[in-house]
């Protein structure tokens, strides 16, 4: 599976802005799906949790009440609208595909948030 996450980028304080990721393979709608994100010098931390069929979802206490992950699995993408952004919210977000053959992640997209 390769991933590409897209629609990064510089916002201010209180800003919003959309993520994508787009899956190339066929059985996209098996996948379980996560967003990650690492911030300058930390390790990577888990943000949100999409089931294959889009039924289901959780966040990290951090995020929870501001990021919303949802999928379109006739598009082969899976999305992470982000709002009201703080700086603390800063990272490079990854997005990765889980089944039980394994895992695939994708290249990142950088969300600076500063004014």
């Known amino acids: ?20 990721c787009a899956a ?3 059985t996209f709608s098996n996948y379980l799906m996560r967003w ?3 911030a300058p010098g930390k390790g990577r ?4 949790t999409i089931d294959s069929a889009g039924h289901s979802t959780n966040y990290a206490d951090s ?17 992470l609208h982000l709002n009201n952004l703080n700086p603390e919210d800063t990272a490079v ?6 089944r039980s053959s394994g895992d695939s992640w ?10």
Do not use: H
């Not at 390769?2 to 994508?20: A, C, H, I, M």
């Not at 931390?45 to 949100?48: I, K």
């Not at 995020?63 to 999305?79: E, L, Q």
């Not at 994708?106 to 004014?115: A, I, Y």
């Open 45 to 48: 931390d888990w943000v949100a």
């Open 93 to 98: 977000y990854f997005c990765a595909a889980f």
């Open 106 to 115: 994708g290249q990142g997209t950088q969300v600076t948030v500063s004014s």
């Open 63 to 79: 995020v929870k009440g501001r990021f919303t992950i949802s999928r379109d699995n006739a598009k082969n993408t899976m999305y």
């Open 1 to 20: 599976v390769q991933l590409v996450e897209s629609g990064g980028g510089l916002v201010q304080p209180g800003g919003s802005l959309r993520l994508s």
């Open 24 to 26: 190339s393979v066929f």
């Open 36 to 38: 990650y994100r690492q």
